[in-house]
């Protein structure tokens, strides 16, 4: 995204700093910071009601803090609603897929770049010509590029209703690729997938992020260690709405206190061959 706040590689992308979020006397997350740089991939890994959703929808704009900063580029974006986040950059798929099952795989592709789209008669009239073509041109060539990596040429025109699970996942990672995103929130990406979908969407998550074409920074949600483990940059672990560590995959499993926050949960030394 072409923007005069335009930021390096490794400098701060997103800030949470003392964030607070409670449900009546349920305390989801208390005081969290988390800096995540550009260029990385960076985990959030906890068990199951650590607050790692409620995170998710505090930086996504869904919820609202009680308490704290949130920064984007090095800007408050508290009070921002969800889209006006996504037309920063900030697109996020979900645990539970969400896309349209009656409409094409390339008509859901599409839905994800409307934030895009200027709108208005005043705006309308503006958008004639030459820009107008470019901008066709443009989303021509990026949905062609995200059916090219997410290896969907097959079924691009099948309602997304009639695919395999997994495949519905992958439509729904197009369809926030859509928004040529500059950080991608992906929450549980793995979940309900087999073993050689994980292997697929590991790959790709990979790719988005190291491709230059993309490069886009992830924040990833997931709870197969495995995969966290081989693809983070840095793995920030949560507990009971508390910062138990952020650090390196290394260090991260080295930690007692991390392993015995899952004692009996999952294996975090299991990685994929
Ligand atoms: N809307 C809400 N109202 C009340 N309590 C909530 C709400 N959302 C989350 N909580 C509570 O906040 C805590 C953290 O929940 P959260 O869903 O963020 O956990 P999680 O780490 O995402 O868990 P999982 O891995 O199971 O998805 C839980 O105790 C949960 O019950």
Redesign the pocket.
């Known amino acids: 995204m072409g923007n005069a706040d335009e930021i390096k590689e490794g400098e701060a992308l997103l800030e949470l700093e003392g964030i607070h979020m409670h449900?009546?006397k349920?305390a989801?997350l208390s005081g969290i910071d988390l800096t995540i740089r550009k260029g990385e991939i960076h985990s959030v890994i906890?068990?199951?009601?650590?607050?790692?959703?409620?995170?998710?929808?505090i930086i996504s704009g869904l919820?609202r803090p009680q308490k704290g900063a949130i920064r984007y580029r090095g800007r408050s974006i508290n009070s921002l609603k969800p889209y006006e986040r996504a037309k920063l950059g900030m697109a996020r798929t979900f645990?539970k897929v969400e896309v349209f099952g009656g409409m094409t795989v390339l008509d859901n592709i599409r839905l994800g770049r409307h934030v895009h789209y200027r709108s208005g008669i005043l705006n309308g009239a503006l958008y004639l010509g030459k820009t107008k073509k470019e901008e066709i041109e443009h989303r021509t060539f990026i949905e062609e590029e995200i059916i090219d990596l997410l290896e969907i040429e097959q079924i691009r025109h099948k309602p997304v209703g009639m695919l395999p699970y997994g495949l519905q996942k992958r439509v729904e990672l197009g369809r926030a690729l859509a928004l040529e995103p500059e950080l991608l929130i992906l929450d549980?990406p793995l979940a309900g997938l087999n073993l050689e979908e994980v292997e697929d969407m590991a790959r790709f998550i990979l790719d988005v992020n190291e491709e230059k074409r993309w490069r886009v920074t992830c924040l990833l949600?997931e709870?197969d260690m495995g995969v966290v483990m081989d693809l983070s940059n840095r793995v920030f672990v949560?507990n009971f709405?508390n910062m138990i560590m952020d650090g390196t995959p290394e260090e991260v499993q080295n930690n007692p206190e991390v392993i015995k926050a899952y004692l009996g949960e999952e294996d975090l030394y299991a990685t994929r061959a």
């Not at 906890?46 to 929808?57: C, S």
Request: hydrophobic share 40%; proline share 4%.
């Open positions: 449900f009546g349920v989801a906890g068990p199951n009601g650590a607050g790692k959703t409620v995170m998710m929808n919820y645990q549980e949600v709870h949560l709405g």
